[in-house]
């Protein structure tokens, strides 16, 4: 450990943060946390100031997905934690490792009615891995450290640590850890059941493995083509709350229904599988996961159907399942070649789609002509974030880094990921496909991108209504019972010109592309703003 010679709280949170390797803290100012800021002036560490707290952590969410470092969102306490705080379930089901640091009353103070007293920790406890309150400037380090490791070590996801005003000012002589205690503590899968899996892979007719949300990074992605080519079994991932009619998967649904050997690898038997009656009931079920308590649910929805499991995080058990399978020579699999072709089908009718509305674009021709744009650079960036308009985006669009919404089915992070998003890869385009429900929940967002000069594209399919409920509405009640799901056309482009970003509006179909290329040619934060047909998102069958 170093031992600088005189520090407060805040100057060993700072300190040790940059230890760990963090550049970059997404926050707003707030009493609390002045300290802070104070110990972050001249330091190296850059404060990326926005104008909500949830707004910062899906900053941190989006850093950390897709360049695979912790993300830090730093928020003052009360009202600023309790902001915050809904935007950690999103990050806690796309498996994202960030640290939430909430200032919080002095410790000296609670229970005698402190400014902005809450029970910040036991608020965010079900959706944190863990969360606690520092209790002296002499622990701030070592918890610093505790939070960063416990973020990135088996399954990933969010963690909570409060810092009290008077251990962030208290004077303390503590030293700052190693770099090693930041790092992610592998829980390695045995060598021996990796064989069994795999052997077990190469034995069925119809096998399949499955991944979660933290194997749907770009460099996730490379672990689970590894495993694919060495195995010839189909690696699929699952991030989406629409479970099996995920719309980017294609015509996944019908596949997995013929599915007779499963390895779940970090992927929970939830609601998107159908609690497991989405696959066979005659399929063998295999399951590793980092936590045991996952294994324990399975067991209770699949009985005797769940076979061999084992504790390992997902990414030690990819590269252990693919060691032990390059050891063979996989066999040529048609079922993997079926496999592929289903994922990637698309109804051809979608080639012909437009809208009978004048003045309105089909998603799918709002959605195609963006693919030049990712395809343009190796490491472009897809947000996609909204209700149907989201599933016509991922149904339509491929990138090498995606970020969505994930598996909490929670909208209205799209313009803070976009943000975070060219801050993570400054030098590749970054198109965030949203809808005009979703992007007016971060709209001054906007605001944030101009003040720190970030250029990235935002694509708002408009049509001016929340789509997703009207279709359950109208499914499930009738066109009579539409009811509290209107909204009006407004222009989003003219709103974002407004807070310094270039807009423009676009009704027609055979504009749009050059639309965008003006939005990515102009270095402003863009908004163009779409009017669409709002139709059901797309369920896929071939």
């Not at 100031?49 to 993300?71: C, L, N």
């Not at 997902?314 to 066999?331: G, V």
């Given at each position: ?5 005189s520090q407060r709280g805040a100057d060993a949170l700072i300190q040790s943060l940059r ?186 007719k119809h096998p399949m493995v499955l991944v979660g949300p933290a194997c749907m990074t770009h460099a996730a992605r490379a672990l689970t083509d ?317």
């Open positions: 450990m170093t031992h600088p010679s230890a760990a390797g963090v550049r970059r803290i997404f926050t707003l100012s707030g009493n609390h946390i002045m300290p802070v800021f104070d110990a972050a002036y001249g330091s190296g560490i850059e404060l990326v100031h926005t104008r909500h707290e949830a707004s910062a952590v899906h900053m941190a969410d989006a850093w950390s997905r897709i360049t695979g470092q912790v993300g830090i969102a730093l928020v003052t306490g009360g009202p600023g934690h309790a902001n915050a705080v809904a935007a950690l379930y999103t990050a806690q089901m796309a498996e994202a490792p960030i640290v939430l640091l909430s200032g919080h009353a002095p410790n000296d103070q609670i229970g005698q009615g402190a400014f902005q007293e809450m029970r910040q920790a036991e608020m965010a406890a079900p959706v944190c891995k863990a969360a606690w309150v520092c209790a002296h400037a002499d622990d701030v380090a070592a918890d610093v450290a505790r939070a960063i490791r416990l973020a990135l070590s088996g399954r990933p996801g969010p963690v909570h640590l409060s810092l009290p005003t008077d251990v962030l000012e208290a004077a303390t002589s503590a030293g700052v850890p190693e770099a090693g205690a930041f790092s992610a503590e592998p829980v390695p899968l045995d060598a021996a059941v990796a064989a069994d899996l795999v052997q077990r892979l190469a034995q069925a590894a495993l694919e080519q060495a195995t010839g079994v189909p690696v699929i991932g699952m991030e989406s709350p629409r479970g099996v009619g995920d719309a980017s998967l294609g015509a996944f649904a019908q596949l997995l229904a013929r599915v007779d050997c499963l390895v779940l690898v970090g992927k929970r038997l939830d609601f998107t599988l159908k609690f497991g009656t989405a696959f066979p009931a005659a399929a063998q079920v295999h399951q590793v996961d980092a936590e045991a308590a996952e294994i324990e649910r399975s067991r209770r929805a699949l009985g005797e159907r769940l076979q061999v499991t084992a504790q390992a995080d997902a990414w030690s058990a990819l590269r252990a399942l693919t060691q032990e399978a390059q050891a063979h020579q996989p066999s040529a699999s048609d079922w993997l070649t079926e496999a592929r072709s289903a994922i990637d089908y698309r109804p051809a009718a979608w080639d012909n789609a437009t809208s009978l509305l004048p003045g309105r674009l089909h998603p799918v021709q709002m959605l195609r002509p963006l693919q030049a744009v990712l395809d343009s650079h190796p490491e472009s960036v897809l947000v996609c974030d909204g209700g149907e308009i989201g599933q016509w985006a991922m149904a339509c669009l491929r990138a090498p880094h995606r970020v969505n919404n994930g598996v909490a089915g929670a909208i209205g992070a799209g313009l803070p990921y976009a943000l975070a998003a060219r801050f993570a890869r400054p030098e590749a385009p970054v198109v965030a496909v949203m809808g005009d429900g979703t992007v007016g929940f971060h709209i001054a967002e906007f605001d944030t991108a101009v003040r720190h000069g970030l250029h990235f594209v935002v694509v708002v399919g408009n049509d001016a209504r929340w789509n997703a409920e009207y279709q359950i509405q109208l499914r499930d009640y009738g066109v009579e019972r539409l009811v509290g799901c209107e909204l009006r056309p407004l222009r989003y482009d003219t709103v974002a010109q407004a807070f310094g970003a270039h807009g423009e509006g676009v009704t027609d179909a055979a504009a749009l592309p050059q639309a965008v290329q003006r939005a990515l040619a102009n270095g402003l934060p863009a908004c163009v703003n779409v009017m669409i047909e709002g139709v059901p998102a797309p369920l896929i069958k071939r």
